[in-house]
């Protein structure tokens, strides 16, 4: 029995002298094994620890070749800036300098008008004037022939007197004291043929004119084929019945009347 317990004791340490070693490789084996698994897991580990360090090391160097480009870009947004104040400078000059071009253009152009107004007013007070001398000479014209007028008068009564006058009936004296004023005419420069005149006109054609007519608005009479227009105001002895001659003296035409020796008025002929 004692023999049985030792060879049972002997055969339990062979048991576990084998176990011990067959442990021993079995751990030997799986540390073998291990360290790949612990490389590959190092090696994740040490690509996560370098990629940091490369991001933490690339990202100053992207910011430091950034901020190149970002002074750029600002330089570019500050020269543009400046050169839209330039020009907003420059629109503003030219606007000032169209505003003075228009205020002196306006200023030229109300100049003009105060000289234009000034060259009117200034011709209006010379035609005023110049109508004031006419007028002054028209008047004193009219008061030489109304002058001339009444001494032609006063001279057909005295010759009149002193040759006993023409004798007039009371019906004669009517007709001529009905008888409208003349209208008179402007002296032409038409002349009659010297033949013609001589056959009808001058001294010796003593011819009875009759009643005057009107004419395109002016006094007519009618003689030798021609008519006459009055320049002178009608003698006031004169009566339209009495005799008449024509004759071309000091360069126009005169009507003579035989009871006034001297005494004419101008007419001027019509052609």
């Known amino acids: 029995m004692k023999s049985f317990g030792t060879i049972s004791t002997t055969a339990l340490f062979l048991l576990l ?56 870009k600002q330089q570019q947004q500050e020269a543009k800036s400046e ?14 300098q169209q505003k ?23 011709q209006q007070q010379q035609q005023a004037k110049s109508n004031k001398q006419q007028q002054q000479q028209d008047k004193s014209a009219k008061q030489e022939q109304q002058q001339q007028v009444k001494s032609n008068k006063q001279q057909h009564q005295q010759t009149a007197s002193s040759h006993g006058g023409p004798q007039r009936t009371e019906k004669a004296m009517a007709t001529q004291r009905s008888q409208p004023e003349l209208r008179l005419s ?46 002178d105001p009608w003698p006031a002895d004169w009566y ?20 006034y020796p001297g005494a004419r008025f101008a007419i001027t002929v019509v052609i």
């Open 186 to 231: 402007e002296r032409g420069s038409d002349r009659i043929p010297d033949d013609r005149f001589r056959s009808h006109f001058g001294r010796g054609h003593n011819f009875h004119m009759g009643n005057p007519v009107m004419v395109g608005g002016y006094s007519r009479f009618q003689y030798g084929g021609y008519w006459f227009g009055f320049v």
């Open 17 to 72: 002298g084998l176990a011990v070693p067959a442990h021993a490789r079995q751990e030997k084996q799986e540390e073998n094994t291990k360290p790949p698994k612990q490389e590959q897991q190092a090696k994740p580990q040490k690509q996560e620890q370098t990629k940091p360090e490369k991001q933490a090391q690339a990202k100053p160097e992207r910011q430091q070749q950034a901020k190149p480009q970002q002074q750029q």
């Open 100 to 122: 003075q071009q228009q205020a002196k253009s306006d200023k030229q152009q109300q100049q003009k008008t105060q000289q234009q107004a000034r060259g009117q007013q200034e």
């Open 83 to 96: 050169k839209q104040q330039q020009e907003k400078s420059q629109e503003e000059a030219k606007g000032q």
């Open 240 to 259: 339209y019945t009495d005799d008449f001659y024509i004759d071309y003296v000091d360069g126009g035409y005169y009507m003579y009347n035989p009871y």
